[in-house]
């Protein structure tokens, strides 16, 4: 079963995704590494979903 955390995670690292992209086609430096920071940010609201759902299905 997937949670919120998972989900908003991913959408999280979405919008980084085409954050950074968009810095580096414009040549600006800060887009990109604002779009570092929320791919990096979503990775690790994932992850903590992730776990968040192991528990859950160990109990």
Do not use: W
């Not at 590494?33 to 528990?55: N, S």
């Amino acid at each position: 079963m997937v949670n919120r955390d998972q989900v908003a995670g991913l959408a999280k690292q979405m919008k980084g995704s085409v954050k950074q992209a968009a810095g580096k086609a414009t040549g600006n430096r800060r887009t990109q590494v604002e779009g570092a920071a929320d791919k990096l940010a979503g990775k690790v609201q994932k992850a903590y979903g992730d776990v968040k759902d192991k528990v859950k299905r160990a109990f």
